[in-house]
Nanobody, 122 residues
Framework: QVQLVESGGGLVQAGGSLRLSCAAS????????MGWFRQPPGKEREFVAR????????YHADSVKGRFTISRDNLKNVLYLQMNSLKPEDTGVYYC???????????????WGQGTQVTVSS
């Protein structure tokens, strides 16, 4: 099990940037694949990006490809999401999550953070 705490959310104008962080507790962070998900207002939670335990594989949803970048630092136990060229439709609560497998399926993630709000104004 790993405990996760997101930070870095906030209010930004369209076209701006934010970097989300997800701090993980425990000594097993480096053994987990990690993912970012978001939940827009009134909608279901959706996959954003994922990264393998060793960072050799990443995958980004089509809606964020070329604008968002997932990365991790296993020495610091931190997961990141660099978000550039933000759009109003990127608004939502962003969650980081840990999984034993490299998957984009929500149910494949066993541990979740509490979320951080991102609001993009037009």
């Amino acid at each position: 099990q790993v405990q996760l705490v997101e930070s870095g959310g906030g209010l930004v104008q369209a076209g701006g940037s934010l970097r989300l962080s997800c701090a993980a507790s425990g000594r097993t962070f480096s053994t987990y694949a990690m993912g970012w998900f978001r939940q827009p207002p009134g909608k279901e939670r959706e996959f954003v990006a994922r990264i393998s335990a060793s960072s050799d594989r990443t995958y980004h949803a089509d809606s964020v490809k070329g604008r968002f970048t997932i990365s991790r630092d296993n020495l610091k136990n931190v997961l990141y999401l660099q978000m550039n060229s933000l759009k109003p439709e990127d608004t939502g609560v962003y969650y980081c999550a840990a999984s034993r497998v490299f998957t984009g399926v929500t149910s494949g993630y066993s541990d979740w953070g509490q979320g951080t709000q991102v609001t993009v104004s037009s």
